[in-house]
């Protein structure tokens, strides 16, 4: 067979393989996206202590998140989705895609950020949408705070390619649970985060128990992962609770 | 000129294209292809199903494509050609997955990609589909995919049970045994000793079918 017959062979079976595969993923395209979406609902509403099933996450979305805010770095609430309808501004908070305002953010443009507020059964909750980097790929989770705006309520974390056993450990409730009623602020006020230390129950003592948890063993980069995403992003939010503690 | 002879579609030869795999020249066990993801996705019964499912359709539509191909493929490229297809049907499959059981997908994460670099595969389509006719090669390609999946689902069944108490996520393990002090295995839901119900697999099956055993 000549040159010329396989270069026109690779030539047409690649154009139509490529046209195949846009094909099928254009058609599919409205499914996955509604099972993404349905999936950052289901991880919400479980920093918050909800367990949401793929079916029924909508309408426990619905129930229990009372408003979706939009912040701005300064602090003020510039959109409010409340009810199924924008009550302020033109962006809904489950919109926003954090990874690329945090981007902005660090080209040094403009940038806003989500935030829920949930109310459980009686228990209000804040919660701070998180988003950073692990070993391999990307981390995100979100982090519930009670009305104090001090109190961690619960938390949930999630990964898109950490090492099974080791670094995938922080979607688990053994490493998540922990941060149930730790708190972001010292006695003074200052902004203290949550750190994930090694050994933290040995190593922290008396009143810095509560600003820090175990990291996993053999996930240490996971684990540092986590403390920097905690700090980096709620630091966003620091003039926000500033405000709101003022009022 | 040669009369040509219609032969059924299930006729004894084509029969035992489906069969023979399941037992005699499984994939797993006796040519021992595709450890990888038999180990891996096989701690619970339902990732188990939908990875074997998805294994036996890229097989058997690969082996279809690529026998009906057959003739056209440059010789020098076949390679390429059949990771080609056999990567689309992947991405097919990956793509149903994740917009059909989004929760199943993510449970698999790379394994299903992993499809295209499974030996059964490129295995068949080598030794089988560039050299007979659709219709057999479809039947190899089932016969194949069905011979990786009965291991799976077999291996899905026991460690699930075994491991976690219940069956396709519904809990199985009667309570009065958690009472009496029965413990789930954590042992067996990690991968080594998944290995281990493989060769128990292998040595069974070796025991009842003496003509499999090395004579040296």
């Known amino acids: 067979m000549s040159d010329s017959y396989i270069f026109r062979y690779a ?3 690649v154009i139509l393989v490529a046209a195949v595969l846009s094909a099928v993923a254009m058609f599919l395209k409205p499914a996955q996206d509604k099972n993404v979406a349905v999936a950052r609902m289901r991880a919400i509403l479980a920093s918050a202590n909800v367990e949401a099933t793929a079916e029924n996450a909508i309408e426990l979305f619905d129930k229990y998140i009372l408003e979706e805010e939009v912040i701005s ?51 209000k909750y804040y919660i701070f949408p998180l988003q950073g980097r692990g070993l391999w790929g990307q981390i995100y989770g979100n982090l519930a705070v009670e009305e104090d705006l001090n109190t961690v309520g619960g938390s949930m974390f999630g ?27 010292d006695d003074k006020g200052n902004f203290t985060s949550i750190k994930v230390l090694k050994g ?8 810095q128990l509560v600003h ?18 905690i700090q980096s992003n709620l630091e966003n939010y620091l003039n926000y609770i500033k405000k709101q503690k003022q009022l | 000129m040669e009369t ?74 076949r390679i390429i050609v059949q990771l080609t297809v056999v990567a689309a049907l992947v991405i097919v499959v990956d793509q149903l997955l994740k917009a059909y059981v989004y929760d199943v997908s993510r449970q698999l994460s790379v394994f299903v990609g992993l499809i295209i670099t499974n030996c059964i595969l490129m295995g068949r389509l080598e030794a ?29 069944i026991v460690r699930e049970f075994f491991g976690s108490g219940t069956l396709w996520g519904y809990p199985v393990m009667p309570q009065f045994m958690y009472d009496l002090g029965y413990k789930n295995n954590g042992l067996i839901i990690l ?26």
Not at chain 1, 161 to 178: H, N, V, Y
Not at chain 2, 36 to 47: E, H, Y
């Open chain 2, 128 to 156: 089988f589909a560039m050299s007979n006719k659709p219709w057999q090669s479809f039947l190899d390609g089932i016969g194949n995919g069905l011979g990786y999946s009965w291991i799976l689902i077999a291996m899905g």
């Open chain 2, 191 to 216: 991968p080594p000793m998944a290995l281990i119900l493989v060769g128990t697999i292998i040595w069974i099956q070796r025991s009842k079918s003496r003509e499999l055993i090395d004579k040296s």
């Open chain 1, 73 to 123: 770095p300064e602090g003020d609430v510039v959109a409010i989705y409340k009810n199924g309808k924008l009550e302020k501004g033109d962006v809904r908070a489950f919109d926003i895609n954090l990874k690329e305002e945090l981007y902005n953010k660090g080209k040094g443009k403009e940038y806003i950020l989500p935030l829920y507020l949930a109310n459980v059964d009686g228990k």
């Open chain 1, 212 to 229: 820090g948890v175990d990291a996993i063993s053999g996930g240490t980069i996971t684990s540092n992962g986590v403390s920097a995403m």
């Open chain 2, 4 to 77: 040509k002879e219609k032969e059924s579609l299930f006729s004894a030869k084509n029969r035992k294209l489906i069969f023979n795999p399941l037992n005699l020249d499984n994939p797993i066990t006796v040519q021992v292809l595709g450890i990888c993801s038999a180990l891996a996705v096989t701690a619970k019964l339902k990732p188990a199903f939908v990875m074997a499912l998805s294994v036996t359709v890229v097989t058997a539509f690969s082996n279809l494509v690529i026998s009906a191909m057959r003739n056209g493929i440059p010789p020098r490229i």
């Open chain 1, 200 to 207: 933290a129950s040995k190593i922290l003592t008396g009143d």
């Open chain 1, 11 to 13: 030539a047409i079976m």
């Open chain 1, 159 to 185: 990964h898109d390619k950490e090492t099974p056993g080791l670094g995938a450990e922080i979607e688990l409730p053994p490493f998540e649970s922990q941060f149930i009623g730790k708190k972001i602020f």
